[in-house]
């Protein structure tokens, strides 16, 4: 997202008054700049788009929020960033952008439950697990090279043969187990 972003915008789009973003981008981008300057790293987009959290990038493809105090126009995030730079972000899917949005919120409400520590096993967990696998091929396409992240695997264990990676053999987990273990990329997907 931001490669696109940059080349619409330019590197420091973020600061570009063509690029609308409403009120809570501006404040995340502020702190994500306190933070760097607090730190004695500079701000240059490197270090400004890595301390920006998930939710912020899942932000930029909502609707957008007020710009300003009240009454103030809201930003629109379909004509001022998807349509000129995000949908470029994901070359392979041909869906609007809330329906990018969509799975890639949910996947954000989740992770946050999980993060801080609200108990899960009341939800529907499976659904979850149904949403979740609609997100990993908008970030693996995204990616825009080699295979889909569930291909992926680390560099060959030091202890095995060169064409064996490090992660363990499924045995003789059945179909559904396998696939939510390697969604969890902790055992290959075939």
């Known amino acids: 997202m931001h490669r696109q972003l940059s080349i619409t915008f330019g590197?420091?789009?973020y600061d570009n008054p063509r690029?609308?973003?409403?009120?809570?981008?501006k404040r995340r981008l502020d702190d994500a700049k306190s933070d760097g300057l607090r730190r004695r790293y500079p701000i240059d987009p490197p270090h400004v788009v890595a301390s920006l959290a998930f939710g912020f990038w899942v932000s930029l493809l909502g609707r957008g929020g007020s710009v300003g105090g009240a009454g103030t126009p809201r930003a629109n995030y379909e004509?001022?960033?998807w349509r000129p730079a995000l949908h470029r972000a994901?070359?392979?899917?041909?869906?609007l952008r809330a329906k990018v949005h969509r799975p890639l919120d949910d996947l954000r409400t989740f992770r946050n439950r999980i993060a801080h520590h609200e108990?899960?096993?009341n939800r529907p967990l499976v659904a979850d697990y149904e949403k979740s696998l609609q997100v990993q091929p908008l970030a693996a396409l995204s990616?825009?090279?080699g295979p889909p992240l569930s291909k992926r695997w680390g560099p060959p264990h030091p202890f095995r043969g060169a064409n064996q990676t490090a992660v363990p053999q499924t045995g003789g987990l059945n179909t559904r187990a396998q696939r939510v273990l390697g969604y969890l990329h902790l055992f290959p997907v075939n």
């Open 11 to 13: 590197p420091s789009w």
């Open 19 to 25: 690029c609308i973003l409403d009120l809570g981008a």
């Open 79 to 81: 004509m001022t960033l």
């Open 90 to 95: 994901f070359p392979h899917v041909r869906k």
């Open 119 to 121: 108990p899960i096993f």
């Open 143 to 145: 990616l825009n090279s």
